[in-house]
């Protein structure tokens, strides 16, 4: 016969509530993983792109398109094989829309830190205007080069109703276009594919 002191006490209801509790909470921590990913695939669906800019499909060897910059001769775009190119397009006037690129190019290059060297910034002029002084100095160490405008429009593909001079285009060490930014680029978003490009490259 057991004595006071070893008898089990009855379990009573709140205790029993606060066991129930605890093996539910124990269940979630271990099925959340499980229904992060339901979630994941079947709710909020990936798109399966992972980059902003589009792709030009299939590639375009810009290598040999003719150039001629504003402070040097007539050459070719092969003169800068070995860098990845950021290209902006627009007359020589080079409106506040001309500007914005010139803008959007310097702070995505200041933004790869100490990779900025494998980056050349280009603008083509498409006309014989010429940009002024004041923006040569405000975007000093852009190339600027003048282009013939039919060149641009056969070599730089732009989205259905827009330019060329509407993007801002990524050429790669080899002198191939491979990628062009939307209007109204996102900067943010522009930085994390060119850091993705520096990453994934052995070359340039």
């Keep these: 016969m057991s004595s006071p002191a070893t008898a089990t006490a009855p379990v009573t209801a709140q205790q029993l509530r606060r066991a129930r509790l605890k093996m539910l909470a124990i269940l979630l921590v271990c099925a959340a993983p499980v229904i992060a990913s339901y979630l994941a695939y079947y709710v909020i669906k990936p798109s399966g792109r992972v980059n902003y800019g589009a792709l030009i499909e299939p590639q375009r060897d810009l290598s040999a398109l003719p150039v001629a910059p504003l402070d040097g001769p007539a050459t070719s775009l092969a003169h800068y094989r070995g860098k990845w190119l950021l290209v902006a397009i627009a007359p ?6 001309c500007t914005d690129h010139l803008y959007a190019l310097r702070q995505i290059r ?35 080069a003048r282009v013939q405008p039919s060149l641009v429009e056969r070599s730089f593909p732009a989205e259905e109703g827009a330019r060329p001079s509407d ?38």
């Design 110 to 144: 200041l933004t790869t830190g100490k990779d900025r060297d494998r980056i050349e910034r280009v603008l083509l002029v498409d006309d014989a205007g010429t940009p002024s002084a004041e923006v040569m100095t405000e975007y000093e160490g852009t190339v600027v």
């Design 167 to 204: 993007h801002l285009y990524v050429i790669d060490p080899l002198g191939n276009l491979m990628m062009r930014f939307p209007r109204n680029v996102d900067l943010n978003r522009m930085k994390k594919d060119v850091a993705k490009l520096l990453r994934a490259s052995r070359i340039g």
């Design 92 to 97: 020589g006037a080079c409106d506040k829309a």
